[in-house]
Every structure is written in C-alpha cells, then in structure tokens.
C-alpha cells in the first residue's frame, strides 16, 4: 500500500529520475501529447504509475528507432482494438533494425580488418581506407 501512494505521487523531478530522463523531456513529452498533464494539487502536479509506465514504454520506443510521431500512434492503439497497425507499425521496425544491425555487422568487420592490419606490425602507414572497403 505504501508503494502505491508513493507512485501515485510522483513530482515532476521524481517522475523524470524514475523513467531515466530530464524534466525538459517530460515537459517536451507533455507538448507533444505523449503524457498527459495532471491538474495541481497544492501547487504541485502530481504523477502516477500509469504516467511513469508510458514514460518508459516512450524511451523504449524510442530506443528501437520509433519516432515521436509513431509512438503517438501506439499509444492511442494501445486503448483501440487495432491490432493489426500495431502489427504493421512493429513489422516495419523490424525491418528497418534488421537493416541497421546489418549496417552496424558491416562497420565492426571492417574494424575488425582495420585492427588486425594495422596491428601486424607491417612497415608502412595503416591501410585505414583501404580497411572500409566493400
């Protein structure tokens, strides 16, 4: 019980700790219509559970490439029977990490050839060009 009035009383800087970000962000968040606002109380507004949740389903979203505009999607899907553009929308970002993580093989193999030219103790300058070559 404790813990849940402590949740549901969050100010703005403990519900910014909480979900790993900066009160700007909340406030920006909060311009974007991706957190509600609460009213005051005492002055203060007070955050809840429910607000820390989307707080950290925001970051998470964000952290698998979704933009701020898609993840105002899946929020409003989220309260809608539209299963299937929630589907669309994940589909379409796993694809396109498919291809980002595709990228990112390709940089570390050719890092990876860079360290262990330039590390074999040949003469000469490091064929660092030459490394990043497809």
Request: hydrophobic letters at 40%; charged letters at 30%; proline letters at 3%.
């Amino acid at each position: 019980m404790v813990r849940n009035q402590a949740i549901s009383s969050l100010s703005i800087g403990k519900l910014a700790s909480a979900g790993g970000v900066g009160v700007e962000t909340v406030r920006f968040y909060q311009r974007r219509g991706l957190l509600d606002t609460p009213t005051r109380d005492d002055g203060i507004r007070r955050y809840g559970s429910e607000d820390l949740r989307r707080l950290r389903f925001i970051r998470q979203a964000q952290s698998a490439g979704f933009t701020l505009e898609e993840i105002k999607e899946l929020l409003a899907l989220d309260a809608s029977e539209d299963r299937s553009r929630a589907r669309e929308l994940a589909s379409e970002r796993i694809v396109a990490l498919d291809s980002r993580i595709a990228e990112l093989q390709r940089a570390r193999d050719a890092l990876k050839r860079l360290a262990r030219e330039c590390g074999s103790g040949s003469p000469g300058p490091c064929p660092i060009l030459a490394a990043f070559e497809v």
